[in-house]
């Protein structure tokens, strides 16, 4: 996961809290998809407000718009589960030392915002891997959208015609209120789902949205996807050490990231880290220097 990456397309990088990653993810050997509106953006955590639309002259005066924009709302969101990712930006060269600052693992920002600054880990996962484990356990039974996040900047001003934020009561009154919900998820998901502010396109971000139709988190069986963890600047010892302990079987590469003046290196020097002697007494205390 560090060394000869050439390949920007490989793995996909989830940041946590180490004891998000101890307590649940790999000691139930699951990742949570969680609820929509409980992202950090407001976009996403905020009720949309749509308003109403009719190519056919249809009476719009006999729907109050509030109501109608609030049931939208409602349905898109409370019922889509998500999961986030960065990705490495292209193009690699496979050489990791030019390479460090374009990997999905190696973002300042990301380690203080989503792994406790800095103290977490980064779980590194297999793309391929992720791609078909979540197909096989959600496809069959729900909607599936995967993709990279768009990072534009939208103004509230927008034009007359049809996009993500008008409801087509043409389309809506064909078919029903129940599968008019589809119709404008399958229409406007890339735009409603997978975009974000140009704020936020340093995290370079992969996601998976789960239309579930559900109350509650969804939780993915995690099988073989899982390649690899990246340990924060200031992750505990003891969060390393659990980690290791308890993936022990799982034929994870592990790697920490040290902060050197003005940029990150691999820990190298940790001899915790190299196969086969992660439990000495004394490969979790050396250090490069």
């Known amino acids: 996961?560090?060394?000869?990456?050439?390949?920007?397309?490989?793995?996909?990088?989830?940041?946590?809290?180490?004891?998000?990653?101890?307590?649940?993810?790999?000691?139930?050997?699951?990742?949570?998809?969680?609820?929509?509106?409980?992202?950090?953006?407001?976009?996403?955590?905020?009720?949309?407000?749509?308003?109403?639309?009719?190519?056919?002259?249809?009476?719009?005066?006999?729907?109050?718009?509030?109501?109608?924009?609030?049931?939208?709302?409602?349905?898109?969101?409370?019922?889509?589960?998500?999961?986030?990712?960065?990705?490495?930006?292209?193009?690699?060269?496979g050489d990791h030392l030019a390479d460090i600052f374009k990997r999905g693992f190696s973002k300042p920002r990301m380690w203080a915002q989503y792994a406790d600054r800095h103290s977490g880990v980064c779980i590194v996962f297999d793309r391929k891997k992720l791609a078909r484990l979540i197909q096989s356990q959600f496809g069959s039974a729900y909607l599936v959208f995967a993709g990279p996040v768009s990072y534009v900047d939208r103004s509230v001003v927008r034009a007359l015609e049809d996009h993500e934020y008008t409801i087509n009561i043409d389309a809506m009154e064909t078919v029903g209120r129940e599968t008019y919900v589809q119709v404008h998820l399958r229409a406007h998901y890339k735009s409603l789902f997978f975009e974000k502010m140009t704020d936020w396109r340093d995290e370079v971000e992969w996601r998976w949205i789960v239309f579930a139709k559900s109350d509650g988190d969804l939780y993915l069986d995690l099988g073989d996807c899982v390649v690899g963890l990246m340990f924060g600047e200031s992750t505990e010892e003891k969060v390393v050490q659990d980690l290791m302990d308890l993936t022990e079987s799982w034929g994870l590469r592990y790697m920490g990231l040290k902060w050197k003046n003005s940029g990150p290196w691999y820990d190298y020097g940790n001899l915790r880290y190299m196969p086969g002697i992660k439990n000495s007494p004394w490969g979790a205390h050396v250090r490069r220097v």
């Open 1 to 93: 996961m560090i060394e000869h990456v050439s390949s920007a397309d490989e793995f996909l990088y989830h940041y946590t809290k180490g004891t998000t990653a101890l307590e649940y993810i790999f000691r139930n050997r699951t990742l949570r998809f969680g609820t929509y509106t409980n992202t950090n953006d407001p976009k996403e955590s905020k009720a949309w407000e749509f308003g109403l639309g009719t190519n056919e002259n249809r009476d719009l005066g006999k729907y109050k718009m509030s109501e109608v924009s609030g049931w939208l709302s409602a349905e898109l969101k409370q019922k889509t589960k998500l999961a986030c990712f960065s990705m490495d930006t292209a193009p690699l060269t």
